[in-house]
Structures are given as C-alpha cells and as structure tokens.
C-alpha cells in the first residue's frame, strides 16, 4: 500500500515538471514569435520606405527630364511673325469686342526677344493725311505676352516739323543740303520728300517719299572711318508716300546720323543722312502733316 502511494507521487511530480516544461517552452515559442513578427515587420517597413524613395526620385528624375524637354521644345518652336500678327489680333478683339483687325494691315519688326505690330489702314480715308498707324503692339516671343505701345502720329504732343510748312522750292534746297557725302541725286526725287530731323529721345518717326518708292534705313555707329548699321525693317508705305516708324527700340545716343537710301525709278540710290541732335523735350514724336 505504501508502494502504491509513493508511485503515485512519483508520477504527479513528473507530471508536473512536464507541464511546466511545456509552458515555458510555450512562452518561449511565443516570444519568438513576437521577435520574428517585429523583425518582419520593420524589414518590411524599411522595404516600404526604400520603394518609396525610390519612386519619389523616379518621379523627380521625370520631372526633371520633362522639364528640360519642354524648355528645348520651346527654344525650337519660336513664335513666327503670323502667329505673332494673330496674337494681336485676339488681343485687340479681347479688349476692345469683336472688330475688323483681320482687314487691316500689320507690320511686323523683329526685335531680338520681342517683335513690334503696327497696324494701319492700307488705303486712307482722308488724301490729306495718308495711311496712319492705328495702334502698335509689342509681343514677347516665349510667353506671347501683348502689350500695348502708346506712341502715334496723332498724339496731342507730336511735334510738326517745320518742312510741313516750307514752300516747295525751300524742301527742295532742304533736301539738297542733306543729300549723303559723295553721292548724287535725281531731282525727281524730291517732289514730295520731307524727312525731318531726329533728336535722341525721338521714338517716333513720320516722313514722306515719292509714292511707289521704297526706303531702308541704317544708322551711323562711327564718323571715322564711317560705318552704318542697317535696321532690320523697312517701313510701310501708304498710296501717297507717307511712312512711320518707331524707333523706341533703338539707342540713338552718340549716333550721328539716320541715313535713308531711297530706290525707286532712278539710275541708283538716293541717299540722305538725316542729323540726329541732342534729346530735346517735345521731340519724342516727329510728324509732316499739319
């Protein structure tokens, strides 16, 4: 009987030690198990953040990419003189209403990073006066940015030239006195030419030929030896022989003179150089009609 008892406590003991072996063994298990799930978890985490970067830079890369493609697609599509004619077309139409710009004439001058619109009527409506600009406009080549210029041979501070008021014969003997060094003249040429002094500060410029001829311009950049820089335009001329031009896009300082080369039906050039004289207030706009 005694046996018996002792074997019995024998095997509660044992029985004992294995269930404690085998919760510890399950703590053990679980606290493993704990540490793996956090281990993959901030594998996973760090996986995550690196993908992440890693697209952010992708998508940098792209942007980047894109934007240098846009700047070299916008250096090689430059804004032509027609699309820069229907610029101001739709500006004029945007801020005055619908209206006929699209019948009237444009002269379109290339200045560098800008070009200059002036428009006109080809055909004046008044034989006095001729063809006069109706309004100008300046259009930014990259951004297509219109902005009006405020200059015209109507503005209430032109200055008349005084050829306006010089009988024929006196123009004619103007004219003489300003025809260039060296060169000769056709007679012919003088019938109706008036072109005025220009001062430093002139931006705006109206003279008159024979209509039917044609003009360039060049301005005098040395004296000695002489040297001319041509513009790069030629003025429009109306049925009667009047033109306009702007000159706000040049530095006329420590410039001499305006030389103005006239073709026509003659055995060669006319040419005349026009003084330019020292900034004087009032001389901004330069007109020869009364």
């Given at each position: 009987?005694?046996k018996?008892?002792?074997?019995?406590?024998?095997?509660?003991?044992?029985s004992?030690?294995?269930n404690n072996?085998?919760?510890?063994?399950?703590?053990?298990?679980?606290?493993?198990?704990?540490?793996t799930?956090?281990?993959t978890?901030?594998?996973?985490?760090?996986?995550?953040?690196?993908v992440?970067?890693t697209?952010?830079?992708?998508?940098?890369?792209e942007?980047?990419d894109?934007?240098?493609?846009?700047?070299?697609?916008?250096?090689d599509?430059?804004?032509t003189?027609?699309?820069a004619?229907?610029?101001?077309i739709?500006y004029?139409?945007?801020q005055?209403?619908p209206?006929?710009?699209?019948?009237?004439?444009?002269?379109?001058?290339?200045?560098g990073?800008?070009y200059?619109a002036?428009?006109y009527?080809?055909?004046s409506?008044?034989?006095?006066k001729g063809a006069?600009?109706?309004?100008?406009?300046?259009?930014?080549?990259?951004?297509g940015?219109?902005?009006?210029?405020?200059?015209?041979?109507?503005?209430?501070?032109?200055?008349?030239s005084?050829i306006?008021?010089?009988?024929?014969?006196?123009r004619?003997?103007?004219?003489?006195?300003?025809?260039?060094e060296?060169?000769s003249?056709d007679?012919s040429?003088?019938?109706?030419?008036m072109?005025p002094?220009v001062?430093?500060n002139?931006?705006?410029?109206?003279?008159?030929?024979?209509?039917?001829?044609?003009v360039e311009?060049?301005?005098?950049?040395?004296d000695?030896?002489p040297?001319y820089?041509?513009?790069?335009?030629?003025?429009?001329?109306?049925t009667?022989?009047y033109?306009?031009i702007?000159?706000?896009?040049?530095?006329?300082?420590?410039k001499s003179v305006l030389?103005?080369?006239?073709?026509g039906?003659?055995?060669?050039?006319?040419i005349f150089?026009?003084p330019?004289?020292e900034?004087?207030e009032?001389m901004?706009?330069i007109?020869?009609r009364?």
């Amino acid at each position: 009987m005694k046996k018996v008892f002792l074997f019995s406590t024998l095997i509660l003991l044992l029985s004992a030690c294995g269930n404690n072996e085998t919760a510890e063994t399950d703590e053990t298990n679980e606290l493993e198990s704990e540490q793996t799930s956090e281990i993959t978890d901030s594998n996973q985490t760090q996986e995550d953040a690196d993908v992440e970067e890693t697209e952010a830079e992708e998508d940098s890369s792209e942007n980047s990419d894109s934007d240098l493609s846009d700047e070299s697609n916008q250096e090689d599509t430059e804004m032509t003189e027609e699309e820069a004619k229907e610029k101001v077309i739709a500006y004029i139409n945007e801020q005055s209403g619908p209206t006929e710009a699209e019948s009237y004439n444009f002269n379109i001058v290339d200045e560098g990073e800008v070009y200059t619109a002036s428009m006109y009527t080809s055909v004046s409506t008044d034989e006095t006066k001729g063809a006069p600009i109706i309004s100008m406009h300046e259009i930014n080549k990259t951004t297509g940015e219109v902005k009006k210029i405020e200059v015209g041979p109507y503005d209430p501070n032109t200055a008349t030239s005084e050829i306006a008021s010089m009988s024929e014969e006196e123009r004619k003997a103007h004219h003489q006195e300003l025809v260039a060094e060296g060169e000769s003249i056709d007679e012919s040429v003088l019938e109706q030419l008036m072109l005025p002094g220009v001062h430093e500060n002139t931006t705006f410029y109206e003279g008159r030929i024979n209509a039917g001829d044609t003009v360039e311009l060049s301005l005098a950049t040395a004296d000695t030896p002489p040297e001319y820089e041509e513009l790069e335009f030629s003025p429009d001329i109306d049925t009667e022989g009047y033109f306009t031009i702007s000159l706000s896009p040049y530095d006329l300082t420590n410039k001499s003179v305006l030389r103005f080369s006239i073709q026509g039906e003659y055995s060669n050039e006319q040419i005349f150089d026009i003084p330019i004289f020292e900034a004087q207030e009032g001389m901004e706009n330069i007109g020869v009609r009364e």
